[in-house]
């Protein structure tokens, strides 16, 4: 079974931190995923990675930044976290080619 | 308006129903087709992967496709209260064009009341 993991299920941090959430998958995959969910939005594509030190904007990139220094591992930055950073992160990773997405049990953040 | 609709529902229904969740899209472009199921505070499962048009079934679960309508649908057979959960349809073009990048529904919260 695919395994993503990350760190941390619940985060609350302060408003201008800087916050990292750690994604880790275990089955070699080369593509990997940081999306937020947020009630009636779905899910909304922030960055993504289809190789090491390889990084893509997705559809909401402004704030955020991601670090891919090894295949399994993909972290997504808060530069400076703001109020309207608060919600659920959601990390997925797949094979490559036409391959399905799995995902992670996300990361409940709040930015007070 | 959205690429990908979605009712949210909540869809509740009685325990052994046959349940019909069903999502529309604009983008005639899109070839694959997928149903994830998400438990309260959990990520989202993967439950159906379908390529191009027609059907495809696994256990109680049929994923249904009909690109001719830019409609599919996921139904739930014998339903039981465990199968209360929020499904998100998800949905994407040919690799060489849109890569791996997903569009999802938001997803329709359904209650299986036993």
């Known amino acids: 079974d695919v395994k993503v993991t990350q760190s941390s299920r619940y985060l609350v941090k302060r408003t201008g931190e800087k916050v990292f959430l750690e994604c880790v998958q275990d089955?070699?995959?080369?593509?990997m995923f940081w999306y937020r969910q947020d009630p009636g939005l779905g899910l909304r594509l922030i960055y993504f990675?289809?190789?090491?030190?390889?990084?893509e904007k997705g559809d909401i990139p402004e704030g955020y930044s991601v670090s891919r220094e090894k295949k399994e591992r993909f972290s997504l930055i808060l530069e400076s976290a703001s109020t309207n950073q608060t919600s659920m992160y959601l990390c997925?990773?797949?094979?490559?080619?036409?391959?399905?997405?799995?995902f992670g049990d996300g990361t409940r953040l709040s930015i007070l | 308006q959205k690429e990908v609709e979605q009712d949210p529902g909540p869809l509740s229904v009685p325990e052994g129903a046959i349940v019909s969740l069903n999502c529309t899209y604009s983008?005639?472009?899109?070839?694959?087709f997928m149903w994830y199921r998400q438990y309260s505070r959990k990520g989202p499962e993967l439950l159906m992967y379908?390529?191009?048009?027609g059907n495809k079934e696994d256990g109680r679960f049929t994923a249904q496709v009909d690109k001719s309508s830019k409609y599919i649908s996921l139904f739930i057979r014998d339903s039981q209260p465990s199968d209360s959960a929020t499904y998100l349809c998800?949905?994407?073009?040919?690799?060489?064009?849109?890569?791996?990048?997903?569009?999802f529904g938001a997803g329709t919260i359904l209650r299986v009341k036993s």
């Open positions: 997925a990773s797949s094979l490559g080619g036409n391959q399905p997405q799995h």
């Open positions: 089955m070699d995959h080369e593509n």
């Open positions: 990675s289809y190789d090491v030190k390889m990084k």
């Open positions: 983008n005639s472009a899109f070839q694959y």
């Open positions: 379908t390529y191009s048009s």
């Open positions: 998800a949905m994407r073009g040919a690799l060489m064009e849109y890569g791996n990048k997903l569009v």
